[in-house]
């Protein structure tokens, strides 16, 4: 297990430092996100042991089981939620996580406000825009990024850094990485968090700064 999750590791890192090159880009700007969730704790513990300290979870609870204890003694360790969060547990989610990718409506803008100021701190978020407008998954539609990006930079004190998204599964992810970047670069955003375990590498062309990486470094994750 753990060799193989080092090799993983070392061969994702090979691949975006391959793609950011022939993209002309500096791969120091890429950053991996390994993305933990539902993955057998030696696997996690393996990547741990190979330096990797940045994890992406996409819910609140499994990731306190995971992580909260090594929080407290891993001082270098950064956590970023890549999933829905219902605005109750906004403090919840402050106390564990350094990022929330997750922005997507107002209520939970207020929230996350909210647990911010009881707790002296400015949230890190990323505005979730759900480049396919599909129904069933969370996210702005494009035709509102513009606009919800403008109320939560003025009505709300959290540190707004970029944008994140989803592609539809059956699509092809260029033109959604594309459309990503076009309303980042339209709104003054720098952080671009896009692409997973099959096409981090189209992302990191398309100016990815942070790919999250799950599947591609873990294996397979238990069916449902
Ligand atoms: C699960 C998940 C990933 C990782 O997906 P893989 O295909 O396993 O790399 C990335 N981003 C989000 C938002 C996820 O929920």
């Known amino acids: 297990m753990d060799s193989l999750v080092a090799s993983a590791l070392e061969t994702v890192r ?3 430092t391959r793609a950011a090159r022939a993209a002309g880009r500096d791969p120091s700007d890429i950053t991996l996100t390994a993305v933990s969730k539902q993955q057998p704790e030696a696997a996690v513990q393996a990547a741990l042991d190979t330096g990797q ?11 306190q089981g995971r992580w ?4 407290a003694v891993l001082p270098d360790l950064h956590l970023r939620l890549i999933g829905p969060l219902q605005s109750n547990k906004a403090d919840q989610a402050l106390a564990l996580f350094d990022v929330i990718e997750t922005l997507d409506r107002e209520k939970l803008a207020r929230a996350l406000a909210e647990a911010g100021l009881k707790a002296g701190m400015r949230p890190r978020v990323l505005i979730q825009i759900n480049t396919g407008e599909e129904p069933q998954k969370a996210g702005v539609i494009p035709a509102g990024a ?3 990006i403008a ?3 003025s009505d709300y004190d959290l540190d707004l850094q970029g944008l994140m998204c989803i592609p539809p599964l059956q699509e092809e992810p260029a033109m959604h990485f594309a459309l990503l970047s076009r309303i980042a670069a339209r709104n003054g955003l720098g952080v671009l968090s896009m692409g997973m375990s099959g096409d981090y590498e189209t992302a990191v062309r ?3 700064t942070h790919v999250r990486v799950g599947s591609g470094l873990f294996g397979a994750r238990p069916a449902p």
């Open 14 to 16: 090979r691949r975006i």
């Open 53 to 63: 300290r940045i994890f992406g979870e996409n819910r609140v609870q499994e990731a």
């Open 68 to 71: 909260a204890e090594r929080r």
């Open 146 to 148: 513009d606009a919800f």
């Open 151 to 153: 109320r939560v930079r």
């Open 206 to 208: 398309f100016g990815a």
